[in-house]
Nanobody, 117 residues
Framework: QVRLVESGGGLVQPGGSLRLSCAAS????????MGWYRQAPGKQRELVAF?????????ADSDSVKGRFTISRRNQLNSVVLQMNSLKPEDTAVYYC?????????WGQGTLVTVSE
């Protein structure tokens, strides 16, 4: 069983930065693909970025996050990080961590990011 706990959300002004962390329990964390998703009010949950067990990264297929967000993982710490820079009001959402490996899938509870003056 893998348990995921997100942290690092909060209120930030436009143009600011936040660093989200996802701490995972379980001894096979390094085998999982880890991803960050977000769900804005009234919208569907969408992929932000993911990183494979081998460290390959993939970002949402849009210009909304490329160049501003960076995903990384630290297997020895069982954690995955999403560094978010140049934040915009449209980045406001609940951000979720997801771990998946074959048929197995786990989600965190989410952390709220609010970008506002």
């Amino acid at each position: 069983q893998v348990r995921l706990v997100e942290s690092g959300g909060g209120l930030v002004q436009p143009g600011g930065s936040l660093r989200l962390s996802c701490a995972a329990s379980g001894s096979i964390f390094s085998s999982y693909t880890m991803g960050w998703y977000r769900q804005a009010p009234g919208k569907q949950r969408e992929l932000v970025a993911f990183i494979t067990s081998g460290g390959r990264t993939n970002y949402a297929d849009s210009d909304s996050v490329k160049g501003r967000f960076t995903i990384s993982r630290r297997n020895q710490l069982n954690s995955v990080v999403l560094q978010m820079n140049s934040l915009k009001p449209e980045d406001t959402a609940v951000y979720y961590c997801r771990a998946w490996l074959g048929q197995f899938e786990h989600w965190g509870q989410g952390t709220l990011v609010t970008v506002s003056e």
